[in-house]
């Protein structure tokens, strides 16, 4: 993820040197995240999310100004993305710690939102960080949030099969015959 955006934006930059193109900069818009490793279990996502704000550094350093601009977009807990399919239910209760989480559509309507001439210009002078994590920070301890999220959930679950099993039992003795 971070070598080969590393690369990507770096063979972009001799394309357009080569072909002499030193006007009109590719507007790159780089995924980023506010978890930086608090999930757990996630491998080194959070380190390549980490690595890819370094890019707002190498902007100026590598002199990629006339050829590349790059906007960061922190995306927060984004639901229904396959990427977060094992904790879509937690999110309504992770956001009662006050966070947010956001729908496809929505985290799309964000992202769309710097591919505007105003963003796209304000890019063109320097990299733009463009925060969409719906107050993530504030979802704090949330490994151990999540576990007390999930072990409730679970609690809540074992309760409603319960009580379904007593009301199919009760209709089952009113009525005399099985549903």
Not at 57 to 72: F, H, L, T
Not at 111 to 138: C, E, H, R, Y
Request: contains cysteine.
């Amino acid at each position: 993820m971070l070598t080969n955006t590393l690369r990507l934006l770096g063979e972009i930059k001799l394309a357009k040197v080569a072909s002499g193109h030193t006007t009109s900069p590719v507007l790159a818009i780089v995924p980023m995240s506010p978890n930086h490793g608090v999930f757990g279990g996630d491998g080194l996502y959070g380190e390549c999310k980490a690595g890819l704000e370094t890019l707002f550094n190498r902007w100026n350093i590598e002199s990629w100004a006339d050829y590349v601009s790059v906007a960061g977009a922190v995306i927060g807990w984004t639901r229904g993305t396959n990427m977060m399919d094992g904790n879509d239910l937690n999110s309504y209760a992770a956001e009662q710690t006050g966070m947010r989480s956001f729908s496809t559509k929505e985290m799309a309507f964000n992202i769309l939102g710097l591919m505007t001439p105003t963003m796209t210009a304000l890019a063109d002078q320097s990299p733009v960080w463009a925060d969409f994590n719906g107050a993530f920070q504030l979802f704090v301890d949330s490994g151990h949030t999540l576990v007390t999220i999930r072990g409730s959930l679970v609690d809540e679950s074992a309760s409603r099969k319960a009580i379904a099993a007593a009301a199919l039992q009760d209709h089952t003795v009113v009525h005399q015959r099985s549903v």
